[in-house]
């Protein structure tokens, strides 16, 4: 099977906006492979002047808050390091029934890979004016560079959504069937984050799926 792979922008964010970056572009890939039977809810975030659509079902905001929980604390032990987080889609497929054993498999048909390089608190910088007796007031001088930043990650988070919009519609072919079960809203996914032992976790990933087809998964 066809796996179409889209590599997100890089987000350069601060460790309080992983939660609000993560939720608003989970939710919108979730929504945008939803099958229909969704009722969609508009969001804003508190930190960024953005809107973005959830499926409405408190059981999805539920697992995809617990994932990024789970990459937070990764985060808290593994500070510096650039990582990833993939969401998967698949389709459940029968294996060939043994005398004794009936598996399934997972086939992967899409992959999103959300990467992120979470940066330390910037230091304020204060000093004095070499030409004048100025004091540089460093809440002020801090409070700007956090501003421009902040507007700065706005903007890439504005591109990292229309970089999801613009590849759902012009990748369709690969997308499966409509699973033909009672309820189903969205199509079979998972959300992968990086292990407690993985140091340099993108490079880990890409070997591990090279080399096995399928990425290492959190129970």
Not at 82 to 97: A, C, D, G, R, T
Not at 112 to 125: D, R, S
Not at 171 to 200: C, M, Q, R, Y
Request: glycine share 4%; aromatic share 8%.
């Amino acid at each position: 099977m066809n796996c179409e792979v889209c590599q997100l922008k890089e987000l350069e964010v601060e460790h309080f906006e992983i939660r609000e970056v993560l939720r608003c572009i989970l939710h919108t890939i979730v929504f945008h492979r939803a099958l229909g039977l969704v009722r969609p809810k508009d969001v804003d975030l508190e930190l960024f002047e953005i809107t973005y659509v959830q499926c409405g079902d408190m059981e999805l905001e539920k697992k995809i808050d617990e994932k990024i929980e789970q990459f937070i604390s990764w985060v808290e032990k593994h500070p510096n390091k650039k990582s990833q987080i993939i969401l998967s889609f698949f389709e459940v497929k029968n294996k060939q029934p043994s005398w004794f054993t009936h598996k399934t498999e997972r086939l992967q048909w899409e992959q999103w890979y959300i990467n992120l390089n979470v940066a330390q608190h910037p230091k304020a910088h204060s000093g004095k004016s070499h030409n004048s007796k100025v004091v540089v007031d460093p809440g002020e001088s801090a409070l700007e560079e956090r501003m421009a930043r902040r507007a700065v990650l706005e903007a890439s988070l504005h591109e990292v959504l229309f970089q999801i919009i613009k590849f759902v519609n012009e990748k369709k072919d690969h997308v499966p069937p409509i699973p033909n079960l009672e309820g189903v809203v969205w199509f079979p996914h998972e959300i992968t984050i990086p292990s407690s032992s993985d140091s340099a976790f993108g490079m880990d990933m890409i070997k591990r799926m090279l080399q096995t087809g399928h990425p290492t998964m959190l129970s």
